[in-house]
């Protein structure tokens, strides 16, 4: 039926028979009944918002990737609370949308190659791959009928969201190489090149004690240095620091 407001959808259905649950058929007389509108509460749209299929998709892409972000750099905090929120509301979504699992595990698994391209020199291909499992987890997201009738993700939703989740893993990506590529700074390998202080005289030996970074280290090498004169940290061996004089 196509009608123009509610009471002219009324007065066509007023006279069809229906059939029942039982079998037994029923007469409709609906022309001229009273109507009572009950609007929905502050809460209830809220839900008709986040049950959109374009909020959803949004909402579930934000989740994937603030998660990501937050295993990505640990102790952000921020990205990983709004991703954890959003994807929960993303659920709760997908639990009244009509979605295919296999486009939700698409979609997961676009997200599992772009942490393995982080991971595993690939040379892009891992990074490639994922960006086709998640353009397709998102086109096959909700289910169509045959018709062509029903849900789907906007085009205009997918291809910003897909190149803004590539841009945040790109710029993840190139952070984490850019820190694996400087010097340690951390643990006995951040000692070297570093400046200690004598703090018991070298002898014959070659044997001595240094202070640095607020540790008694025992050292080797630098013959002759004196207390108190800077030294530097050529190489740690076990629990011994070789070092050089200072020119």
């Not at 000692?191 to 014959?204: I, K, N």
Request: proline share 4%; glycine share 12%; charged share 15%.
């Amino acid at each position: 039926i196509i009608a123009r407001d509610v009471p002219d959808l009324l007065r066509q259905l007023d006279g069809r028979t229906v059939n029942r649950v039982g079998g037994t058929g029923v007469v409709l007389r609906v022309a001229g009944a009273r109507l009572d509108v009950r609007e929905m509460g502050a809460i209830e749209k809220l839900l008709g918002v986040v049950t959109h299929p374009n909020v959803a998709y949004i909402l579930f892409l934000v989740g994937l990737v603030g998660l990501y972000f937050e295993l990505a750099s640990p102790g952000a905090v921020l990205p990983g609370i709004a991703g954890g929120i959003s994807l929960l509301l993303a659920l709760y979504a997908f639990s009244v949308l009509p979605v295919r699992l296999a486009a939700i595990a698409l979609i997961v698994c676009a997200v599992a190659l772009f942490i393995a391209e982080v991971k595993v020199t690939s040379h892009g291909l891992l990074a490639a791959g994922g960006a086709v499992s998640l353009v397709a987890g998102s086109a096959l997201l909700y289910a169509v009928p045959s018709r062509g009738e029903g849900y789907r993700v906007d085009l205009s939703i997918i291809v910003p969201g897909v190149l803004v989740t590539l841009a945040v893993v790109a710029f993840l990506a190139w952070r984490t190489v850019v820190l694996r590529r400087l010097p340690v700074r951390t643990g006995s390998e951040g000692l070297v090149g570093e400046t200690a202080r004598v703090v018991r005289e070298f002898g014959g030996d070659g044997r001595g004690t240094v202070l640095v970074h607020g540790e008694y280290w025992n050292a080797r090498g630098a013959p002759g240095a004196a207390r108190g004169e800077p030294v530097s940290v050529s190489r740690v061996e076990g629990f011994t620091l070789h070092v050089e004089r200072r020119l």
